[in-house]
């Protein structure tokens, strides 16, 4: 028997309407359908690897696809791996793609295991040198008329680990059979280029001449993807556009931020949960704010860049947050902060800077990276400065500041 009162809670938590329809479709290791700016370097791979349909087995290809973190090297080769294959097979070609993280699968052993299991190469787990498991990996797909393209993911880990003579069975040992019909094609896929001098030189600049570089996404790009990813993850009405905005914003490489669309990714599916965690259906900017936080140190070293501030940049920070608190604004008029700041003055009993002293302070918070400013649109009346701060979240902050803002009154400033 299950007590009425647990029976209850365990329901009310069961059936409570969820903000996510799908949060799996927000986890690392799913692959979304598409990848919005990612169509050139897609486009790219088809160019290199066609030559499996138009003339299979005419010769070995090799690419190289570096980025940094998050910006889609990993979903890129796979999604183009998992759509050729089906457009091949769909023109009656048998094209494998064999996806092995080099992170997890360090010795050449592991690796060429690895090709083999996925292949599902009839070949015994023990008893057999890498060479006679390679031999048979490739006996298996000329008896089967298959071919493959081997993407070989975090590849600069094995560089280091493995050792010269592993990355050279890897990368070049097939150059050196000689066979009429070429059955593997490589991917490589790096952080950087640095580990390629590892390779023979003859390589390196192939790979060099074949390389398909990703760049940092920028906040528009990052706005899109985000746009597109929680459409698959949250049910309509639950978020909306100035929430993809403010963490495509915090992001953006031309922002300042990585660039990162893990990370972007990470913090949407952070804010729902919190959001959930709150009991609210709809996810608000202080949510994404605290999602920011919790996957950041940011906070810590603005605590640390404003130790140093005067007493009244700490009371124009302060009014800042309490007018974003207020309003849920990414931003706020520099003319209604000021309006704020006199009201702040007024009930600490000190008198409020000139227009021109403020304007300066605020100058300073944002060389400081304290806060963000930037000259409004054509859209309002004028152009006016707008305020904003893209971490948080701001209860913590605000707390922080009036903390902060105390102990310097009693130490004396003014
Ligand atoms: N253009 C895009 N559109 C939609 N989702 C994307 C896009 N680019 C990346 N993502 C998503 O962002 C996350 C990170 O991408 P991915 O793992 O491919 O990055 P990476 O370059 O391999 O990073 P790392 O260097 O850390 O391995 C994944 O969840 C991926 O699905
Ligand atoms: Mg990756």
Redesign the pocket.
């Given at each position: 028997m299950v007590s009425e009162d647990v029976w209850k809670i365990i329901e009310e938590e069961v059936e409570k309407p969820s903000i996510f329809k799908s949060k799996e479709s927000l986890t690392?290791e799913?692959l979304?359908d598409t990848?919005?700016?990612?169509e050139k370097e897609l486009k790219e791979l088809a160019s290199y690897f066609k030559h499996l349909v138009t003339s299979p087995g005419s010769f070995s290809q090799r690419v190289l696809i570096v980025?940094g973190?998050?910006?889609?090297?990993?979903?890129?080769a796979r999604i183009f791996g998992r759509d050729f294959t089906r457009y091949a097979s769909s023109k009656g070609y048998k094209i494998r793609y064999v996806h092995v993280n080099c992170h997890s699968n360090r010795t050449l052993y592991n690796v060429v295991s690895d090709i083999a299991r996925q292949l599902d190469a009839p070949i015994p787990s023990r008893g057999l040198s890498v060479r006679e498991m390679f031999d048979a990996l490739l006996n298996y797909l000329d008896e089967t008329d298959q071919y493959a393209i081997i993407a070989l993911d975090e590849f600069h880990y094995f560089a280091s680990l493995a050792g010269r003579d592993a990355v050279y069975f890897i990368a070049r040992s097939y150059d050196a059979i000689d066979v009429p019909v070429k059955r593997l094609n490589y991917i490589f896929i790096s952080?950087d280029t640095a580990k390629l001098s590892l390779l023979d030189p003859s390589l390196e600049n192939y790979l060099l001449r074949h390389m398909i570089k990703?760049e940092p996404y920028s906040s528009t790009q990052l706005f899109d993807?985000l746009r597109?990813?929680a459409s698959k993850a949250f049910y309509e009405g639950t978020y909306d556009d100035s929430v993809l905005k403010f963490i495509a914003e915090y992001e953006g490489y031309d922002k300042g931020g990585g660039g990162n669309?893990?990370h972007a990714?990470e913090i949407l599916m952070l804010s729902g949960v919190i959001a959930e965690n709150e009991g609210s259906r709809r996810i608000n900017l202080d949510h994404v704010r605290k999602a920011i936080m919790k996957t950041s140190r940011e906070i810590v070293s603005i605590s640390e860049a404003i130790n140093y501030s005067s007493l009244h940049e700490l009371l124009i920070l302060l009014s800042i947050v309490r007018i974003l608190r207020r309003t849920g604004k990414p931003y706020v008029k520099i003319g209604d902060v000021e309006k704020e700041y006199e009201i702040v003055c007024e009930s600490l009993n000190t008198q409020p800077r000139k227009h021109t002293q403020v304007y300066e302070y605020i100058i300073n918070l944002k060389k400081a990276g304290v806060i963000e400013a930037r000259l409004s649109g054509k859209g309002m009346r004028g152009r006016t400065t707008l305020v904003g701060i893209n971490y948080g979240p701001l209860d913590l902050l605000e707390q922080y500041l009036i903390d902060l803002v105390k102990k310097k009154m009693a130490l004396g400033a003014q």
């Open positions: 690392p799913y979304p990848l919005p700016h990612r980025g973190v998050g910006t889609g090297k990993t979903a890129t952080q990703l993807i597109y990813r669309a893990r990714i």
